[in-house]
């Protein structure tokens, strides 16, 4: 079945910085990879997400990127504030309709 | 706009009971997942339904069951419960078994 693997664990910046996330996954049947953002006791909230057929995708400071030969995704957040503090998770689902796999998480923290 | 609606928000069982866990889709989405996220851990896939039907299966130990009725509101039924299933428990849903999943606010079950 599918694993996905998200690094770094934790990350560490100051407000106004660029924050990178980085994942990869391990079917090369999946298709659809979302980012959630979690706020302690919340639900994920999908902030954006990016289908195969595409190699990347910005809204607004969030930009994710898809490399489809590598099998690796990643979440560029830029211009940090304090309220983007928050776990995000990465995940990878194949066929419509079908479960969301998602990453180990990551600790979001900046500070102003 | 409306939202996936969860109850109970909180639930406090001992071992060995029983718990309903209801789900409620947003308006004229008909699939539904449940996933269960332990302290400090990913959210893990249960089971999603899709039309009343069971879709796919994940990590759903045998004391549980669910099911999706005739509205698409679905019901997770856990029985015997142990410790381990302290969890947050997170309800989400799609449109016609659609990538975007949107979770509920998550019903807390403690098992004492």
């Known amino acids: 079945g599918e694993n996905v693997e998200q690094h770094p664990s934790t990350l560490s910046v100051q407000e106004g910085d660029s924050a990178v996330i980085k994942c990869t996954y391990s079917?090369?049947?999946?298709?659809?990879f979302p980012w959630y953002k979690q706020e302690l006791g919340k639900r994920p909230q999908l902030i954006i997400d990016i289908r195969s057929n595409v190699g990347e995708k910005k809204d607004q400071r969030i930009a994710v990127t898809l490399n489809k030969t590598a099998k690796h995704f990643s979440l560029h957040i830029t211009e940090t504030q304090p309220e983007d503090s928050a776990v995000y998770f990465c995940a990878a689902s194949g066929q419509a309709g079908t479960a969301l796999i998602f990453g180990k998480g990551t600790t979001l923290s900046v500070s102003s | 706009a409306a939202g996936v609606i969860q109850s109970p928000r909180h639930l406090i069982k001992e071992k060995r009971e029983t718990a309903t866990l209801k789900c409620y889709p947003i308006?004229?989405?008909?699939?539904v997942y449940w996933y269960q996220q332990g302290p400090g851990q990913d959210p893990q896939f249960l089971i999603s339904f899709y039309e009343k039907m069971q879709s796919d299966k994940g990590s759903i130990p045998d004391r549980f069951s669910a099911q999706q009725f005739s509205d698409y509101h679905s019901e997770l039924n856990m029985s015997s419960l142990e410790l381990g299933d302290s969890a947050l428990y997170f309800c989400?849903?799609?449109?016609?078994?659609?990538?975007?999943?949107?979770f509920g606010p998550g019903t807390r079950l403690t098992v004492l």
């Open positions: 308006p004229r989405h008909d699939t």
């Open positions: 079917d090369s049947a999946s298709n659809y």
């Open positions: 989400a849903s799609s449109f016609s078994r659609g990538d975007e999943q949107f």
